[in-house]
C-alpha cells in the first residue's frame, strides 16, 4: 500500500518506538494523526513533524471511539500503544490485569472492529499490530504480558485471512530488544550478552515495509533471537531451558522489580 497522502493513526506515540515510527512515516508523505496518554510530550511531536495530536488513555474502555472520530476517516492503523506487564501472575492485581489487557489486547481488537468496515468499504487500507518476540516465545516471569502479545498475534493472524479479500492488509511486528526504548531501555536493563539488540529506527522501517509489501508478520531482532523464536515454536520445552541456563530468570526478575516500582 502506498504510504504517502494516506492518513495514518499511530497509537502509543509518546514511546521510543512510537516517535521513531512517526519520523518514519512523516519522512514518507503521510498525513499523520498521532495519540497517547502524555499530551506534554505528544504536542511537541505532532508539531514538529506536520501532525496532529489527539491524547487518549487506552486503558479507558470508552476512549477508542471518540479517538478514531477525532482522527476521522483513516487509511492505515498502527498500533503501537502497550502497557509492560513482567513479573509472576501473583504480582498483579485484577484491575491492574484489566489495565494490562485493555491496552495490549483489547484497544487493538476494538480499533479493527471500529474501522474494519468503512475500510472493506473502500477497498484499501492496512491495520498494523506492534507485538514483540514475547508474542512468539514464553518467558519467565511475564505470563501475562505472553499473554497480550501471543493473543494479538493470534488475532491478527486470523484478521489477515478475513480481510485479505477486502483489499485490507493485516501486519504484525514483533520487536526483540530494542535498546534505546522500550520496556527494557525504560528500566535501565542493559541486554543480556550475546542477545543482540535493534534499534526503534529498525522497528519503524519494519513497519513501513510491511504495510508497503503487505507483509503478514516480521521479526526485528538479530539471527540469535530470531533463532530462539523458531526453536520456542518447535520446542518450547527446550527453549524454556536455553532460556534459563542464559539467565533469563534473572533478567525478568530485574525488569519486573523495576517495572513493580512504578507501579
Not at 497509537?11 to 521513531?20: C, E
Request: net charge positive; glycine share 12%.
Amino acid at each position: 500500500m502506498k504510504i504517502e497522502g494516506s492518513r495514518v493513526l499511530i497509537t502509543g506515540a509518546t514511546g521510543g518506538i512510537g516517535h521513531a515510527i512517526a519520523h518514519e512515516f512523516a519522512d514518507r508523505g503521510a498525513e499523520l494523526v498521532l495519540t497517547g496518554r502524555r499530551a506534554d510530550v505528544l504536542a511537541p511531536l505532532a508539531e514538529q513533524i506536520g501532525a496532529r495530536a489527539v491524547p487518549a488513555d487506552l486503558a479507558d474502555r470508552e476512549a477508542v471511539a471518540p479517538l478514531l472520530a477525532a482522527a476521522g476517516p483513516v487509511d492505515i492503523v498502527v498500533a503501537n500503544a502497550a502497557l509492560p506487564a513482567s513479573g509472576l501472575l501473583t504480582d498483579y492485581s485484577i484491575e491492574q490485569i484489566d489495565r494490562a489487557l485493555d491496552v495490549n489486547l483489547r484497544a487493538p481488537i476494538v480499533t479493527a472492529r471500529l474501522l474494519a468496515e468503512p475500510l472493506i468499504a473502500r477497498g484499501r487500507g492496512h491495520l498494523v499490530f506492534i507485538s514483540s518476540v514475547s508474542g512468539k516465545l514464553a518467558s519467565p516471569r511475564a505470563s501475562l504480558y505472553n499473554a497480550t502479545k501471543f493473543g494479538l498475534r493470534g488475532f491478527a493472524q486470523a484478521l489477515r485471512q478475513d480481510l485479505a479479500p477486502h483489499g485490507v492488509g493485516v501486519s504484525t511486528i514483533f520487536p526483540g530488544f530494542v535498546r534505546d526504548a522500550g520496556m527494557f531501555a525504560d528500566a535501565g536493563i542493559p541486554a543480556a550478552p550475546g542477545i543482540g539488540t535493534s534499534s526503534p529506527e529498525q522497528v519503524a522501517a519494519a513497519v513501513r515495509r510491511a504495510v508497503e509489501r503487505d507483509i503478514g508478520e516480521i521479526v526485528v531482532a538479530p539471527l540469535q533471537v530470531r533463532l530462539g523464536v523458531l526453536l520456542g515454536g518447535i520446542a518450547p520445552g527446550l527453549a524454556a531451558r536455553v532460556q534459563r541456563l542464559g539467565g533469563a530468570d534473572k533478567i525478568a526478575a530485574t525488569l519486573a522489580d523495576a517495572q513493580r516500582a512504578k507501579r
